[in-house]
């Protein structure tokens, strides 16, 4: 059973962003129902190197669409990113010297503080700027 489940009212109103954020509960859940203290420390380690990966990427493409759609306060956005991502990363270096059962509790807190209340509060800030730009009306990823 998932841990979070992505729901229609995180909707940020673009197709391909919504997956990134479905592929993004996929890898915490995944992290999480397996059981962090049940696996090999390498393994989760490169699962940890993953989320922090496929992050950066999803980031960086939802600025992508921000910046086409004019959006006002793309840079205070960009800096919470920028926060998250030092945040996985921090929880992947420190994997190694510290406890599974403490790396499971810091996920949950990420996995609050950025799943559920950065897309629920600070992404749809930007929903009614790309709903009316041409880019997600075209449906298609903003290219160059
Ligand atoms: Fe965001």
């Known amino acids: 059973m998932d841990y979070v489940a992505w729901e229609q009212r995180m909707s940020v109103g673009v197709d391909v962003l919504d997956g990134d954020h479905k592929r993004l509960l996929a890898m915490f859940n995944g992290l999480l129902a397996g059981g962090v203290s049940a696996r090999a420390k390498d393994d989760v380690s490169g699962l940890l190197g993953d989320l922090r990966d496929y992050t950066d990427v999803h980031f960086r493409r939802e600025e992508e669409w921000m ?4 959006y006002p306060d793309l840079e205070s956005h960009r800096a919470a990113h920028r926060h998250f991502v030092a945040e996985v990363e921090k929880l992947r270096r420190e994997f190694d010297d510290s406890h599974a059962v403490m790396l ?8 609050k503080d950025w799943l559920i209340d950065h897309i629920q509060t600070v992404d749809m800030r930007y929903k009614p700027f790309l709903a009316g730009s041409d880019v997600a009306a075209s449906g298609a990823a903003p290219t160059g």
Request: no cysteine; proline share 0%.
């Open 104 to 111: 499971r509790i810091d996920l949950i807190l990420l996995l």
């Open 67 to 70: 910046e086409r759609a004019g």
